[in-house]
């Protein structure tokens, strides 16, 4: 059984309802990168969840993410471990970001270089590559920026088998309140509603600031590459998906809430990995 964002949404509303969620995790035999960092977002705000089966923990995937130390991670104590030592692709590495200045830093930098190298080793070109990374700079701008936690955000990407994924996540204030700290967005009340107008152009609860994901210019971009663009806050997720002919049209789905915005962008170099659970 895989972990992935569906099943951690059941899990979510099994744990809701006072339900033991342990038979299904020992079953778990292998997680999607988002399946990964949302579970661990979900277990951040209930630590007694159980732990992920050694198949998963001992993983390629697992062991990239426990190099980090994060509430929504694998290891939730001790020292940041060195990140590669080279600028070569890598199938998976994760960063953990704890404000604004670490993503004009030097490891921020080194990490974004590896990324972009790491799409074009399995295929894509240099410009789509630069492309998908302004996309994932722009989350990571965002959560910085906006999030509200200590803890700050952690990012991921997975390169392999000519599809690249990449999430950020954190569990801070969320969309909807951070929207309204602006009295230009207190008529807002549903997450959804928030989600959509932060993805809107110049949107910003910061009036001196340019605000917005310049969302329809970035889902343009990855949709060309059977583009998945998932977010989640509150009790909202939004999600587009370039595979299909209706890429202008997002689809929203009411879950359980969960603090703090995790994003997913997910590009697909060849139909055959269209057919892999990525996500």
């Known amino acids: ?41 979900l277990r951040s705000g209930y630590p007694s969840l159980p732990r992920l089966p050694q198949a998963i923990v001992e993983s390629e995937l697992g062991c990239a993410l426990e190099r980090v130390s994060s509430p929504m991670g694998l290891r939730w104590s001790g020292t940041r471990r060195p990140p590669p030592a080279l600028m070569t692709p890598q199938r998976f590495e994760f960063i953990v970001v704890l404000g604004e200045p670490e993503v004009t830093s030097d490891r921020w930098f080194e990490f974004a270089s590896r990324l972009r190298l790491s799409a074009k080793a399995i295929g894509f070109s240099m410009t789509e590559a630069t492309d998908f990374g302004a996309a994932v700079q722009e989350m990571a701008d965002n959560a910085a920026l906006h999030s509200s936690t200590s803890v700050g955000a952690l990012i991921g990407y997975r390169a392999i088998e000519e599809s690249i994924v990449c999430t950020i996540a954190d569990v801070g204030v969320g969309v909807l309140a951070s929207l309204r700290t602006s009295p230009r967005y207190k008529h807002l009340k549903l997450h959804s509603e928030a989600i959509r107008t932060a993805l809107k152009e110049g949107e910003s609860r910061l009036d001196d600031r340019p605000g917005g994901f310049g969302f329809n210019d970035v889902f343009k971009t990855m949709a060309k590459h059977r583009g998945t663009v998932r977010f989640r806050s509150g009790e909202a997720a939004v999600s587009l998906d370039g595979q299909d002919d209706f890429t202008d049209i997002s689809l929203v789905h009411s879950v359980d809430f969960r603090p703090g915005f995790q994003v997913t962008i997910c590009c697909r170099s060849s139909d055959r990995s269209s057919k892999e659970n990525l996500i």
């Not at 949404?9 to 099994?14: F, Y």
């Open 1 to 41: 059984m895989i972990l992935d964002v569906d099943l951690v949404e059941r899990l979510q509303r099994a744990v809701a309802k006072g339900k033991s969620i342990e038979t299904f995790i020992s079953a778990l035999t292998s997680a999607t990168l988002p399946g990964l960092v949302e579970y661990g977002c």
